[in-house]
Nanobody
Framework: QVQLVESGGGLVQAGDSLRLSCAAS????????MTWFRQAPGKAREFVAG????????GYADSVKGRFTVSRDNAKNTVMLQMDSLKPEDTAVYYC???????????????WGQGTLVTVSS
């Protein structure tokens, strides 16, 4: 079963750091871009950060720029989101999303992880 599995969420205080991971499993993947989203209670899901297939290009939402860093380890099929200087408004369920590529003809589109909860107390 092809899936993305997030880990690393938890309860922290404002100013603390957390590191989220998203691991792809179920097949041997050749390459894929990855995007992190989050959804706070009562709000719509929003873009947080993205990284290209080779890690050479990244993008961030203005609200997290300078505090969050996205990176990847393709040997482990894992993408990380380092979150520093956390604020209460970062409280949300964080999801990773990708179009997973096995070969040119075998792709899994719009795969989502189950989400990991990040709670930042003031």
């Amino acid at each position: 079963q092809v899936q993305l599995v997030e880990s690393g969420g938890g309860l922290v205080q404002a100013g603390d750091s957390l590191r989220l991971s998203c691991a792809a499993s179920g097949r041997t993947f050749s390459s894929y871009a990855m995007t992190w989203f989050r959804q706070a209670p009562g709000k719509a899901r929003e873009f947080v950060a993205g990284i290209s297939r080779d890690g050479g290009s990244t993008g961030y939402a203005d609200s997290v720029k300078g505090r969050f860093t996205v990176s990847r380890d393709n040997a482990k099929n894992t993408v990380m989101l380092q979150m520093d200087s956390l604020k209460p408004e970062d409280t949300a369920v964080y999801y990773c999303n990708a179009d997973l590529v096995v070969t040119r003809s075998i792709r899994y589109f719009d795969v989502w992880g189950q989400g990991t909860l990040v709670t930042v107390s003031s």
